[in-house]
C-alpha cells in the first residue's frame, strides 16, 4: 500500500511566523504533489501543486518537492489566523490516482 | 466559471435505507471521482470516471455501492442498504487531464455530509 505521512499536529504558530508543514511519501515513481487546504466542515480546496524538484512560489505560499528524499512541505510565510485550517498533503502515484496523507493541522494564534 | 456542484448537502437516513447523492463536474472537466472522507482523514478514492467509462472502481464496496455516469456528465453515487459505518463526508472531484495527464489537478464539490443512525 503506497502511503503518504503527515504530522497530524496541531502545529500553532504566532501571527506572522512561517507555517512549515511537511509529507513524506512511499512511492518512488510519484510524479505530481499537491497541497490542499481543508476549513472545518467545508471541502478540500487546492492552493499549490509541483511536479519538478525545488522550489514553487505562489504569494505567501512557497512548495518544495525532494524526489530523492521523497519529501514535499509548503512554508506559509506572514501566517494570518485565516491560514488556521487542515492541510492535505496529496501525492499522485504510479496508478495514476491522487493518495492523500491525513493532514496537519494547523493553528495560527493572533 | 461554476465549481463542482453536490447535492444534498447533507443526509440523516436510518440504517438499511438507500441513500443517493448527485454530482455535477466543472464544466469541460471529463474525468470525475467519488470520494469517501472520514474524521480525521484524507479522501480516499471509491470510484474514478473518465467521461462515462469507470476506470477504477477497485475501492468501491459493489455490494451495496454503486455509480454512474450516463451521458459523462453528472453522476450519481448509491448506497443500498446503508450500514451504521457508512457515515462519513462523500466527496465529488473533477479534473480537466485524464489520468494520464501529468498535472491532473482535482477540485472537489462541497460534499455530503450521510449520517446513518
Known amino acids: 500500500q503506497k502511503e503518504v505521512e503527515q504530522n497530524s499536529g496541531p502545529l500553532s504558530v504566532p501571527e506572522g511566523a512561517i507555517a512549515s508543514l511537511n509529507c513524506t511519501y512511499s512511492?518512488?515513481?510519484?510524479?505530481?504533489f499537491f497541497w490542499y487546504r481543508q476549513y472545518s466542515g467545508k471541502s478540500p480546496e487546492l492552493i499549490m501543486s509541483?511536479?519538478?524538484?525545488g522550489d514553487k512560489e505562489d504569494g505567501r505560499f512557497t512548495a518544495q518537492l525532494n524526489k530523492a528524499s521523497q519529501y514535499v512541505s509548503l512554508l506559509i510565510r506572514d501566517s494570518q489566523p485565516s491560514d488556521s485550517a487542515t492541510y492535505l498533503c496529496a501525492v499522485r502515484g504510479s496508478q495514476g490516482n491522487l493518495i492523500f496523507g491525513k493532514g496537519t493541522k494547523l493553528s495560527v494564534k493572533p | 466559471e461554476a465549481g463542482v456542484v453536490q447535492s444534498p448537502r447533507y443526509k440523516i437516513i436510518e440504517k438499511k435505507q438507500p441513500v443517493a447523492f448527485w454530482c455535477n463536474p466543472i464544466s469541460g472537466h471529463n474525468t470525475l471521482y467519488w470520494y469517501l472522507q472520514n474524521l480525521g482523514q484524507g479522501p480516499e478514492l471509491l470510484i474514478r470516471y473518465e467521461n462515462e467509462e469507470a476506470v477504477d472502481d477497485s475501492q468501491l464496496p459493489k455490494d451495496r455501492f454503486s455509480a454512474e455516469r450516463l451521458k459523462g456528465v453528472d453522476s450519481t453515487l448509491k448506497i443500498q442498504p446503508a450500514e451504521l459505518g457508512d457515515s462519513a463526508v462523500y466527496l465529488c472531484?473533477?479534473?480537466?487531464?485524464?489520468?494520464?495527464?501529468?498535472?491532473?489537478?482535482?477540485?472537489f464539490g462541497p460534499g455530503t455530509r450521510l449520517t446513518v443512525l
Open positions: 512511492d518512488r515513481v510519484s510524479q505530481s
Open positions: 472531484a473533477s479534473s480537466l487531464d485524464s489520468i494520464a495527464g501529468v498535472y491532473n489537478e482535482q477540485f
Open positions: 509541483i511536479y519538478s524538484n
